[in-house]
């Protein structure tokens, strides 16, 4: 799979850093006990965490904010998908198990408090780029809302945007009938290459434990 970083990304945020993690013949399914228990346990734990820590003091969701202000995004109008899962968690409205893939997918997004997105690969059509949104770039995100990208963190491929930091299409939903996904990893500038290595290595496993298939990752910077 080619995966780009639109240069004027590059230009605007020089320490971009972006994972890439494919996943092939892999099986979509209801999430398992363990992570259904870990996820849910992990979000108690964030819950009474936030009642001594502002989410404003957290570094990695300033940081992602940070982001979003550079490229001319409110922050405070288009939350970072990370964010808005520690916020709802504030609120105690805990995310439900929706599909194994979905929950190891906001499960490491709480943990490394970062945005990640997957996407069924099989809807996809080569090659991928992540830019900064124009007037032109919206789609059906799966809350049912269509969402305009101008000026905001949007992937692409062949057929038009379908990701984002901030809210996912439907066009390329993982579903229990997927068999080959994609998930794209919006690591933080301040992050280290050998961070982020083993973090998107300790994503893969976690994923390949569940779903069988085969995995490969990249980062792009």
Request: with cysteine; net charge negative; aromatic share 10%.
């Amino acid at each position: 799979m080619e995966a780009i970083v639109a240069d004027a990304l590059k230009q605007m945020i020089p320490s971009f850093k972006l994972g890439i993690i494919l996943y092939h013949h892999i099986v979509v399914d209801d999430s398992p006990q363990m992570l259904k228990g870990r996820l849910q346990l992990f979000q108690e734990s964030i819950y009474f965490d936030l009642q001594e820590t502002a989410i404003a003091d957290i570094p990695e969701l300033a940081e992602w904010r940070k982001i979003f202000k550079t490229i001319g995004t409110d922050p405070s109008r288009y939350r970072p998908s990370s964010e808005s899962l520690y916020r709802r968690i504030q609120k105690k409205s805990f995310i439900s198990t929706i599909h194994s893939a979905a929950d190891v997918n906001n499960f490491f997004s709480l943990y490394y408090k970062i945005p990640i997105g997957i996407y069924d690969l099989d809807k996809l059509e080569e090659p991928i780029t992540i830019d900064i949104g124009t007037e032109q770039d919206e789609y059906m995100a799966i809350n049912g809302r269509t969402v305009n990208f101008a000026q905001k963190l949007v992937s692409k491929d062949m057929h038009g945007p379908f990701g984002s930091p901030i809210v996912d299409s439907k066009r390329t939903a993982v579903t229990k009938e997927t068999k080959n996904a994609i998930q794209i990893v919006y690591l933080l500038p301040s992050m280290q290459r050998e961070q982020c290595e083993k973090i998107l290595e300790s994503m893969k496993n976690m994923f390949f434990q569940i779903h069988g298939g085969e995995a490969a990752f990249q980062l792009l910077t």
